[in-house]
């Protein structure tokens, strides 16, 4: 087995399988503060080299390969773009609404073979760069004997004075774990554990993990532990988009001394798998915690 490596550069860090780049994580970007900045994955590839995300495309250049978002914490903007007005129903940019997730520091970073752990703290800044919230991430990569990786994610977010109130208030009522597709998945088939398919038929319906696969055989797997809040989650899912709907159904609300821990599994795979096999990678993912 080929080690799983990480590496620092001016951006971020990136984590290569041998010779063959897996991901790029974007910390130090500067972008613009419509795009409420965020740390995010991007490229992804698979072992193959296909590239599975896109980022910043010319539609909704907020959307940057694998990120958090957050539509709206305390009345700011952690997702980037415009807002959805109900009283107007649509969309328009509010300036001077936008917030920051900040990256502060990488905290622990662990290798071993064929797999790396990597631990980082960040800030949630409102839109007048007040410190609404404290998050600490951890990132697990792990090699599949199968072509493919096995990413774990886990956020740990505590409210820094006051509470947060996290809604979804964009129509669609996506907020959370997001991932915008590239290429390799365009028109992705789109499959959940409760045995929907398409794209159409899983949005917002509840379920412990759905997979995406492209036509060319690449294909993601994201996965809700059973640890979270509302789980099984909904899911936001679209032609290129996939997404784990944590607000779908309302707005949640953290207190201060409290704090909100998620955590999801997320695979990228060369060949997309059957039923079975996801089945499989879930148990995996789950016994991990």
């Not at 109900?86 to 900040?102: A, C, F, I, N, T």
Request: proline share 6%; hydrophobic share 35%.
């Amino acid at each position: 087995m080929i080690d799983l490596g990480v590496h620092e550069n001016c951006l971020g860090f990136e984590i290569h399988d041998g010779e063959q780049l897996v991901t790029l994580y974007r910390t130090r970007e500067e972008l613009p503060r419509s795009e409420s900045p965020k740390p995010c994955f991007a490229p992804i590839y698979t072992p193959s080299g296909g590239l599975i995300t896109e980022y910043r495309p010319a539609d909704h250049p907020w959307h940057t390969g694998l990120y958090f978002g957050w539509v709206h914490v305390n009345e700011t903007n952690l997702w980037g773009g415009p807002w959805y007005l109900p009283d107007k129903g649509k969309y328009e940019l509010v300036e001077g609404s936008h917030g920051v997730q900040r990256h502060v520091d990488f905290v622990e970073e662990q290798v071993e073979a064929g797999e790396v752990f990597i631990q980082e703290e960040l800030e949630w800044l409102d839109a007048r760069d007040r410190v609404m919230a404290e998050e600490l991430r951890s990132y697990t990569f792990r090699k599949l004997e199968e072509p493919g990786y096995l990413w774990t994610i886990e956020t740990q977010i505590r409210p820094r004075g006051g509470p947060l109130v996290m809604g979804a208030s964009r129509a669609a009522r996506y907020s959370g774990l997001e991932l915008r597709m590239g290429p390799f998945l365009a028109d992705a088939r789109h499959q959940s554990s409760e045995g929907l398919e398409g794209h159409e038929n899983i949005m917002g319906q509840k379920a412990r993990w759905v997979s995406a696969a492209g036509a060319t055989g690449a294909a993601v797997v994201m996965m809700d532990h059973p640890d979270n809040p509302r789980h099984p989650t909904p899911w936001f899912t679209r032609r290129n988009l996939l997404g784990a709907g944590l607000l779908m159904e309302g707005g949640l609300e953290v207190q201060r001394g409290e704090q909100l821990v998620l955590r999801y599994g997320f695979a990228v795979l060369d060949q997309a798998p059957d039923y079975r096999a996801v089945e499989e990678l879930y148990g995996e993912f789950v016994a991990e915690g």
